[in-house]
């Protein structure tokens, strides 16, 4: 929850010409949704696509304050995230509520970034392999092929978020390596492999590209550092290597 309108904008507009001509790699914004048009008009035809923070798994009705799928396409919108863990935590939604959001935003024609990940004290309990079982088999349950290929996972450990204490390489990977195989046992082989899988959690330029460095890391999902134009450009161009 950042940035009013004329900021987004700004930023955006900072953005650009910091990230012309880089192809290989997917650029995202997702700012608020009172942002969404006016920034999603900034960037056409830049190579900067425009997503969604969250949506709901109708597309119109009695549901005051939720956002449709449809909504967000309608203002510009490639992606939405779902799942992401302040959704998790702090409005207490559950994996058959993301599943149902990701299987409605995607039959919408959204792409979307699935968020997964644990908590500090889950971690310490040594939950975190439980945690992530749970949440990519109900999560991404009943998903097809075809679906996968328009999904970002997203692993967000949740004591590294905005406290500005990052997950080691080696921790990312771990993690990231333990997903993957999760897919590959509850789909295949090939679509694990296929999969992207984004780290989230205090990635900075100085770290970025130690994390995305490693085998199954790739890419970023990028909470403070993309508020300035200068230091996600600067992590745009590590994933790029």
């Not at 349950?141 to 996972?153: D, K, M, P, Y």
């Not at 989230?200 to 890391?217: Q, T």
């Not at 134009?229 to 590590?238: G, L, N």
């Amino acid at each position: 929850m950042n940035m009013l309108v004329g900021d987004a904008v700004a930023m955006v507009n900072a953005l650009k010409p910091l990230v012309q001509g880089i192809s290989g790699v997917d650029i995202v914004v997702c700012p608020p949704y009172t942002a969404l048009h006016a920034v999603a008009q900034a960037v056409k035809g830049s190579n900067i696509a425009v997503g969604g923070q969250n949506s709901y798994v109708k597309e119109s009705g009695a549901f005051t304050g939720e956002i449709a799928p449809q909504m967000l396409l309608d203002v510009g919108c490639a992606w939405t995230i779902v799942g992401h863990s302040e959704r998790r935590h702090s409005f207490n939604e559950p994996d058959a509520l993301l599943n149902e959001k990701l299987k409605f935003a995607l039959g919408a024609g959204l792409r979307v970034m699935f968020c997964i990940g644990e908590t500090l004290a889950e971690r310490e309990g040594g939950k975190m392999f439980e945690v992530l079982t749970r949440q990519v088999r109900e999560g991404l349950a009943g998903l097809s092929e075809t679906e996968f290929e328009n999904i970002a996972v997203a692993y967000e450990p949740v004591w590294a978020i905005g406290t500005g204490v990052t997950a080691k390489p080696e921790q990312a990977e771990e993690a990231h390596a333990f997903v993957r195989k999760l897919v590959a046992d509850q789909f295949s082989g090939t679509i694990a492999d296929n999969l992207r899988i984004q780290y989230g959690g205090s990635v900075k330029p100085d770290n970025a590209a130690d994390l995305m460095g490693k085998p199954n890391v790739d890419g970023a999902l990028v909470g403070g550092a993309a508020l300035k134009a200068e230091s996600f450009a600067a992590i745009v161009k590590a994933a790029v290597g």
